[in-house]
């Protein structure tokens, strides 16, 4: 009976089986992890490393400056979420890590958008754990709480329509013809194409103020995300039929 009460259970969760598969796709291959996630960690460590030296006083001083209206900490840290969630690749190289396995998910008995909102979903938990590093940093650095917050709610909403951009140009330009992992991340058209997106989106971020300006972004954002969910689920829904590895 338990058996059967969990054939059940697992046939009414493909979402969660298609995030299993997407989370031991990535992470079996080590080279996906080391051009990836890896150096964004780094990055993120040494720049908590500053917290330890004399040479922080100058950054703390701006981060944490209350006589400007547009709360340095909130958007600057917005602005690094969504080129961390960038230059990881997780989000453009989904398709793409697939390769010659991708006939795989062309035979695989789901909608193509649960797919989607799976890769969605696994390259989305990817930048929150890069968000709440990223936080806790800000935090060593003498960082208000309430910046910090502002920083979370705002950069994962940021993170998940960079990340569904990210999938909807790798269904558009996927590459999975390599012969080595690196070249599935490394040779990402679609990993370019963000990088250079997500830098008008962070230059246009750096001007934003006040608390109700970031009510009505933080709105806004929620909004747009959702149109571009359906938007990379119609795009992948069609582009599916022809990619072929």
């Keep these: 009976k338990s058996r059967r009460q969990a054939q059940i259970g697992s ?12 989370w031991k796709l990535y992470f079996r291959t080590p080279m996906f992890f080391l051009n990836g996630i890896a150096p964004i960690i780094m990055l993120i460590g040494a720049s908590g490393a500053f917290t330890f030296t004399d040479n922080d006083k100058e950054i703390v001083s701006f981060l944490t400056d209350t006589s400007v209206t547009w709360d340095p900490a909130v958007w600057i840290g917005a602005s ?26 062309k035979l695989i008995p789901v909608p193509v958008a649960l797919m ?32 910090i917050l502002w920083m979370v709610l705002i950069g994962v909403c940021l993170a998940s329509i960079c990340n569904l951009c990210g999938i909807m140009l790798d269904a558009l330009i996927p590459n999975l013809k390599w012969t080595n992992p690196q ?10 194409l963000l990088v250079g997106l ?16 970031k009510l009505i972004t933080l709105l806004l954002l929620l909004g747009v995300n959702w149109g571009v969910l359906k938007g990379t689920e119609a795009v992948a829904r069609k582009r599916y039929e022809y990619i072929e590895a």
């Design 11 to 22: 046939a009414r969760s493909p979402l969660s089986a298609l995030f299993k598969r997407e």
């Design 80 to 105: 690094m979420v969504i080129f961390l969630s960038s230059f990881t690749s997780v989000s453009s190289s989904s398709i793409s890590r697939e390769g010659k396995q991708f006939y795989i998910s």
């Design 116 to 147: 989607i909102r799976a890769k969605w979903l696994f390259s989305l938990s990817i930048s929150i754990f890069l968000i709440v590093l990223l936080g806790i940093v800000f935090g060593f650095f003498g960082v208000p709480l309430s910046s």
């Design 183 to 192: 070249e599935a991340v490394n040779k990402s058209y679609a990993g370019l």
């Design 198 to 213: 997500v830098g008008i989106v962070a230059g246009i971020l750096a001007g934003v103020p006040s608390l109700l300006i």
